[in-house]
């Protein structure tokens, strides 16, 4: 009797020990955003005051934006995808992720923390409850979705893995470029630079970005020489190269429609795009990536990193 109502105790403290783990990974998620987001937005020049509109972006949420031009005031919203912020989150929600409770105390946590986002002030950004909101859900079921992927089918936490460490390295790229073109360039960086790196990355197996809209005197972003859309295409086809293979190295035979999704979702999350109104008068500018033409390309390209891969693997074996 007493050796089980023991094993009870130790179940019950068990499972409120996993719970509180959950929670504070969601409370830790939320706190790395918004020191990250922070240090991004005040490098850049966009003010510490806009850090809960770009930590609503970061989570697939919406904010409005404001430009005075003088004669005019123009009001708007502007849709992209900090995925600097974004995968800070990410990554520290997810590490501590190991049992279902863990799930479910991390979810109550970062949906809490999103009700809590949406009425900060924001500065001349203000988030939209709405959006965000259903933005940030969807963003938490993606990642949580990952995560228990990751668990059960190795070749998924091997390719996720590799994005992540393309992504680490982008950004100590950008961290470099930053010495010579000074704050704002680290700032860009801190937020964007898996940004670039999907630019770069679909460009380099030659889907075409293309920058539409009006030349407005708008707050700009500092790259210092590292913008992708105007960089010479061999090197992005060499690191667009490395890293597919990669993927087939983990990936096996799934790699062509793995690479697919990857590429896809890099010509889809990579961009931007604002959209003002004045009266009647709608002004629309952006930067964008065609996603079937990256999903397509990916698809080839993973199918014939597949066949490399596991050309090379045959030969192994029959040369030993």
């Not at 680490?168 to 930053?178: D, E, K, R, W």
């Not at 010495?179 to 030659?206: D, E, Q, W």
Request: proline share 5%; hydrophobic share 60%; charged share 5%.
């Amino acid at each position: 009797m007493t050796t089980t109502t023991s094993a009870r105790a130790g179940a019950r403290q068990a499972t409120v020990t996993d719970v509180m783990v959950g929670v504070a990974a969601g409370l830790v998620s939320w706190a790395g955003m918004a020191g990250w987001a922070s240090l991004g937005v005040s490098l850049a020049g966009f003010g510490a005051a806009v850090t809960p509109a770009a930590m609503a972006l970061a989570v697939g949420g919406s904010a409005g934006i404001s430009q005075d031009l003088g004669r005019a005031a123009l009001t708007g919203s502007i849709s992209v995808l900090p995925l600097g912020i974004s995968l800070v989150g990410a990554v520290l929600l997810a590490v501590l992720l190991t049992t279902w409770l863990r799930v479910a105390g991390a979810a109550a946590a970062f949906v809490v923390g999103l009700v809590v986002l949406v009425f900060l002030p924001a500065g001349q950004l203000d988030v939209r409850p709405g959006p965000t909101l259903f933005g940030g859900l969807l963003w938490l079921a993606v990642v949580l979705g990952l995560r228990v992927a990751m668990w059960w089918v190795p070749r998924v936490r091997y390719v996720v893995l590799v994005l992540l460490g393309a992504a680490g390295v982008a950004a100590v790229v950008g961290a470099l470029a930053s010495i010579a073109g000074g704050a704002r360039v680290l700032g860009t960086m801190v937020l964007a630079a898996p940004n670039l790196l999907c630019v770069a990355l679909t460009r380099g197996l030659g889907t075409a970005w293309s920058v539409h809209g009006p030349d407005l005197p708008l707050p700009t972003v500092e790259t210092g020489g590292l913008g992708p859309i105007g960089a010479p295409v061999w090197p992005l086809t060499v690191l667009a190269a490395v890293v597919v293979v990669l993927v087939a190295v983990f990936a096996g035979w799934h790699a062509p429609w793995v690479a697919a999704v990857c590429f896809g979702g890099m010509a889809l999350l990579g961009g931007a795009n604002v959209a003002f109104h004045a009266g009647p008068f709608a002004i629309e500018l952006g930067v964008g990536g065609n996603v079937f033409v990256a999903a397509g390309v990916g698809l080839l390209a993973g199918l014939a990193a597949c066949l490399l891969v596991e050309g090379v693997r045959y030969w192994h074996r029959q040369h030993p």
